[in-house]
Nanobody, 122 residues
Framework: QVQLVESGGGLVQTGGSLRLSCAAS????????VGWFRQPPGKEREFVTA????????DYADSVKGRFTISRDNAKNTVYLQMNSLKPEDTANYYC???????????????WGQGTQVTVSS
């Protein structure tokens, strides 16, 4: 059982930046693909980005390409999401998740964190 804890959310103005972290409880975290998803108020959870276990491959939703960057430090059991040029439409609860395949579907991920809120003011 892998426990994931997100941190780094908060309130930021349009155009600002935040870096989210996803810390895992297990050293085996390095074998998992990790994805970030977000759930805006009143909407369904949506894919943001994912990174393979080695960090060699990444995928991004079109809405965040060029603004968000995912990375990982397996020695620290942590995945990061650097978010730049934030927009009000990025406001959501952000979740990290771990699974065994690169996918934009939440169903592909076995373990989930509790989420961290990101609010972008206009």
């Amino acid at each position: 059982q892998v426990q994931l804890v997100e941190s780094g959310g908060g309130l930021v103005q349009t155009g600002g930046s935040l870096r989210l972290s996803c810390a895992a409880s297990e050293r085996t975290f390095s074998v998992y693909t990790v994805g970030w998803f977000r759930q805006p108020p009143g909407k369904e959870r949506e894919f943001v980005t994912a990174i393979t276990s080695s960090g060699g491959s990444t995928d991004y939703a079109d809405s965040v390409k060029g603004r968000f960057t995912i990375s990982r430090d397996n020695a620290k059991n942590t995945v990061y999401l650097q978010m730049n040029s934030l927009k009000p439409e990025d406001t959501a609860n952000y979740y990290c998740a771990a699974g065994f395949s690169m996918s934009d579907s939440p169903r592909a991920y076995r373990y989930w964190g509790q989420g961290t809120q990101v609010t972008v003011s206009s």
